[in-house]
């Protein structure tokens, strides 16, 4: 589009102008009946828009449309400074405000040629200059001197004037911008064409050197030419921070303010040596702040001078010394660390009383105790007082010289320039970390206010409107009561006062009532900060929310005491309520039950736990129907509960019979299915009862004896109660015992096998032996295999003395192979809990590898319940055995939940009569046609079936007829060591 002219009336009124923006079309439409806006001075406005401005105002915005974020930036028409936010509303639909937020003088700027021409010819060259740069709405302007040949080397161009800068103008040599080097093309292009106009700064090679531009974040720049007869002396600039619309009316306006300024020529000159004398510190030095400006202050100091050590020091009250805290320490050029010091007699301290620069050309011979000083091998040194008019002495900028200075005033007098620069910058680092400090502290998690000592609130914090719900603008000015319930009495106020006035701080757990009118715990701590004359003048009040600790608090006593899910009872709060009854004796019997339930792990595991967790609260819900006085609910482990009937009648016999009747209505209870979502899943109980009365103290021999009757009524069946006896207690303590002997059996060597042979039925020819399990205690007594082995079962012994005899016989079995006895397969029985031991298979394989046996004479029998116990896991572990060539007997075939669906998964290869169907085989007709029909459905799924306990010749006789394969029993052999077995191998024939 062509550049924007000025001939129409530009609007003088701030009212915000609105437009809805299609962004799908780029077209605005007016909202406001506003004849003269920005959308009018296009020149196309129906055209799409933003295509038609410029590149520098078209990016923003196209880059805002195109995240879809709302935002406001300013952009600059014809002199006036927009304001422009973008509001994405729907779809492609966007709601754009302009409003005025600073206007031209006039539209014409022509018209102000003649008035600057006037202001000129009167000498008036300031006053000019600023109505220049309010014509032409500019941030910023500079007026540079130019020389061919400057300090810096080469084209150089020194500021001699400027307005806008940091807020405040100056017109001194005291300049905000230090000298510059002149980029050659820059110079060239201001002689040739006499003005410049740049739309973006930072993509503009030639202000390479004008590096404060992107620092100050400086947009569009004008610059003009200031001439003596063509000789270049000057440049005029004016700086925009917004992008802006440099028009040619503008550039002429420039232009000629510069021509007038060729009268001001020798002031320039003047003020220009000023500066290049005065100002040959850094460059960017004038435009540093905080710490910036005092390290490079200290390192050109330190340079210049040839100082190995600089610094700019901090006074800094101690108790009631004064001490020199250095900041900014250079150590032969190199930021140090550097203790503070203490202000001893030295030049530090005559520094301080006397305020004036201070010059000392041999230290040692001047202060020869200033050890710390001379340590660095200083000769001289230089001190700069830093103070300021309402604060007094608040620093100062030492250098430690290698050498003395031939002539050390040129830089007394450019440090001494610096002072009170340094001073400011040296008070501003001190504030920024008191604001720092002020901050963090007030800004803390903690809600915070500060109250008069009338108890007006002054100020609060952000965690504090957080924490209550107020806002600060509800709070400021209200008396700090209103924190507080109306019926609190003046208990508080009367505790923090007397503390305060202590100077103590004042702690403690209250109330507070947040926005809504709710009390919640706060801790409290209360200070008071007295003003000038020792008079409490304020007090600050800091707590934080302690709902959340009381809430856990909460939550860890009741997962202490109470079960989650059930809602009742844990063990240690039934351990408690035992301890309480037996510790006050009313005369009545008491007693408690424990309830197993029977089949809840295969729930759960066939199920998931979430069906598991339903079961438990449905069966609560069951116990909650006895009568609840006098009892305490309890869930004990994952699949128990307790109930304690703490009075159940002053007689032994009245307690047993309530109790019964109490376990017989439980057991009446769990007959019915439970209804879990969809599934009736039925859940038996077997129920352990101990009865107590006032003699008894020890709840742990009670719970011990409860529990002990619980195993036993799970072990005599599902769905039964049993109560605890002395007979079942000398049961417990045998099997105790024998389970320590075992383990002491196994590491011993007390543990040995026997081998008892099988045969064919049909021709009575060796087909197998089956490895059994012996304890022969070290005293020579034999223990029977029914004494211990369930006992083994029960614990984890069973696992190593499992893989124990599994080595031991595959081992032997591998020996009579290799010395030729002919034994077709070794049967080696594994237990439940070895077989579904994690690694299992690994074992087995391991052995056969380690041994040598053929995986295919080694065959394992597996009971039925084995099986049952996980089906699919133990299906997929049978398959994974016999993949390494293993054979699998189903043991004990008959006696379990035995169906034809299991049998048909069953990888097995064999199946074994239990001796149960053997031992009446003769007399019983029904036991034969229970035999007949195993051996019809082991020919069906090509199972071999091996009879056990095989002691009568008829019982042989009937197996035969009845197409039986193998036997084993006292017939022909019983169980036999080693070399008796080996003996009576030799005569027999091989199958």
């Excluded at 400074?81 to 966007?94: G, K, N, R, T, V």
């Excluded at 351990?575 to 792990?601: C, H, I, M, Y």
Aim: charged residues 20%; aromatic residues 8%.
């Amino acid at each position: 589009m062509s550049s924007i002219a000025l001939r129409q009336p530009v609007p003088t009124s701030s009212t915000p102008l609105f437009f809805r923006l299609d962004a799908r079309s780029q077209r605005l439409v007016a909202l406001t009946d506003v004849m003269q806006t920005p959308l009018h001075w296009l020149d196309e406005p129906r055209a799409p828009w933003p295509a038609q401005l410029p590149e520098a105002l078209r990016g923003p915005i196209e880059q805002m449309l195109a995240n879809g974020q709302s935002g406001r930036l300013h952009l600059r028409f014809a002199g006036i400074l927009w304001q422009i936010a973008l509001s994405h509303e729907q779809d492609a639909f966007w709601l754009i405000c302009l409003q005025a937020q600073s206007q031209e003088v006039t539209a014409d700027l022509a018209l102000h040629l003649p008035r600057f021409s006037q202001m000129a010819g009167q000498q008036q060259f300031a006053p000019m200059l600023e109505s220049l740069k309010e014509t032409l709405g500019a941030d910023r302007l500079a007026l540079w001197h130019y020389q061919a040949s400057g300090s810096l080397g080469g084209e150089q161009l020194t500021p001699v004037f400027s307005l806008g800068w940091d807020g405040a103008d100056t017109g001194t040599a005291a300049m905000p911008l230090a000298a510059i080097r002149g980029d050659s093309r820059y110079i060239r292009a201001l002689r040739t064409r006499k003005a410049l106009s740049f739309s973006e700064t930072a993509h503009q090679p030639m202000l390479s050197q004008h590096y404060y531009l992107s620092e100050d974040n400086v947009h569009s720049r004008l610059d003009a030419a200031l001439l003596d007869q063509d000789k270049l002396i000057g440049v005029l600039s004016l700086e925009y921070r917004t992008p802006t619309l440099l028009n040619e009316e503008m550039l002429q306006l420039v232009r000629h303010c510069a021509q007038q300024l060729g009268h001001w020529q020798p002031q320039a000159e003047e003020m220009g040596s000023e500066a290049t004398r005065t100002l040959s510190l850094p460059g960017e030095l004038s435009l540093m702040t905080g710490i910036d400006y005092c390290e490079t202050l200290v390192s050109w100091a330190c340079h210049i001078s040839g100082a190995s050590l600089g610094w700019v020091g901090e006074y800094q009250p101690r108790g009631k010394d004064l001490w020199v805290i250095p900041r900014h320490v250079r150590l032969q050029g190199e930021p140090q660390h550097w203790p503070a010091m203490g202000l001893d007699p030295g030049p530090s301290a005559e520094l301080f009383h006397h305020g004036q620069a201070l010059y000392i050309e041999d230290l040692a011979l001047r202060y020869p105790r200033a050890t710390k000083l001379l340590s660095h091998d200083a000769k001289a040194f230089i001190g700069i007082p830093l103070s300021l008019p309402n604060l007094g002495p608040i620093g100062q900028l030492i250098l430690l010289l290698d050498q003395p200075l031939a002539d050390p005033m040129p830089l007394l007098d450019v440090l001494t320039s610096q002072a009170k620069r340094a001073a400011i910058e040296l008070q501003r680092l001190a504030a920024d970390d008191a604001l720092r400090l002020a901050e963090v502290a007030f800004n803390t998690h903690d809600g915070l206010l500060v109250a008069d000592s009338q108890g007006t609130i002054l100020k609060v914090n952000k965690s504090f409107c957080r924490i209550t719900g107020f806002e600060e603008r509800e709070m400021v000015g209200q008396h700090i009561d209103r924190l507080r319930p109306p019926y609190y009495g003046d208990r508080l106020k009367e505790e923090v006062w007397q503390a305060v006035r202590r100077q103590e701080l004042w702690i403690g757990e209250e109330q507070c009532l947040n926005q809504a009118g709710n009390l919640f715990p706060v801790r409290l701590m209360v200070s008071g900060v007295r003003n000038e004359h020792g008079e409490i003048g304020h007090l600050v009040c800091s707590f934080y929310d302690v709902s959340k600790e009381k809430e856990a608090a909460r939550n860890i006593e009741q997962l202490a005491y109470y079960d989650d899910l059930c809602g009742l009872y844990n063990r240690r709060s039934l351990t408690d309520a035992l301890n309480r009854t037996l510790s006050e004796p009313n005369g009545q019997w008491g007693a408690l039950l424990l309830v197993d339930l029977d089949n809840f792990k295969s729930i759960n595991d066939s199920l998931g736990h979430a069906y598991g967790d339903m079961l438990l609260q449905a069966v609560v819900v069951r116990l909650k129907e006895l009568p609840q006085e006098n009892l305490v609910l309890a869930r004990t482990s994952g699949d128990e509960f307790a109930l304690l009937f703490t009075a159940l009648g002053q007689g032994y016999v009245t307690a047993k019979i309530l109790a019964e009747h109490f376990a017989r209505e439980l057991m009446g209870q769990f007959r019915a299915p439970f209804d879990i979502e969809s599934h009736k899943l039925h859940c038996s109980a077997s129920i352990g009862i101990s009865l107590f009365s006032g003699e008894d103290k020890d709840h742990l021999i009670l719970m011990q004896q409860a529990d002990t009757a619980a195993h036993m009524a799970k072990r005599g069946g599902q769905g039964s109660y049993v109560f605890f006896s002395q007979a079942m207690a000398e049961k417990e303590r045998s099997k105790l015992a024998i389970s320590n002997q075992l383990r002491d059996a196994l590491r011993n060597h007390e543990l040995l096998l026997h081998y008892q042979p099988q045969y064919r039925v049909d021709n009575g020819a060796l087909s197998g032996i089956e490895a059994l399990l012996r304890w022969q205690r070290s005293d020579g007594t034999m223990v029977p295999p029914g004494e211990f082995i369930p006992i083994a079962e029960e614990t984890s012994l069973i696992q190593d003395i499992g893989y124990w005899v599994m080595k031991t016989a595959c081992a032997q079995y591998s020996f009579w192979l290799n010395q030729g006895y002919k034994i077709p397969h070794l049967s080696v029985n594994v237990s439940a809990r070895q077989f579904h031991t994690a690694g299992f298979v690994q074992q087995v394989e391991y052995i056969l590898r380690d041994t040598g046996v053929p995986p295919s004479r080694l065959l394992l029998e597996i009971t039925e319940s084995v099986v049952l116990e996980n089906r699919l896991e133990s299906i997929a572990r049978m398959h994974q055995l016999k993949e390494l060539g293993i054979l699998l007997s189903i043991d004990d075939f008959g006696t379990g939940y035995s169906s034809l669906a299991y049998l048909r998964d069953l990888p097995a290869d064999e199946v074994k009569l239990d001796r149960s169907f053997i031992h009446t085989l003769v007399h019983s007709e029904q036991d034969r046609a229970i035999v007949k029909a195993i051996l019809d459905l082991a020919r069906v799924f090509r199972f071999t079936v091996t009879a056990e306990g095989v002691e009568e010749q008829e019982q042989l006789d009937i197996l035969k007829h009845l197409g039986c394969q193998h036997y084993q029993g006292f017939l022909t052999s019983r169980p036999l060591p080693v070399k008796a077995l080996e003996s009576l191998l030799t005569p027999l024939p091989a199958s």
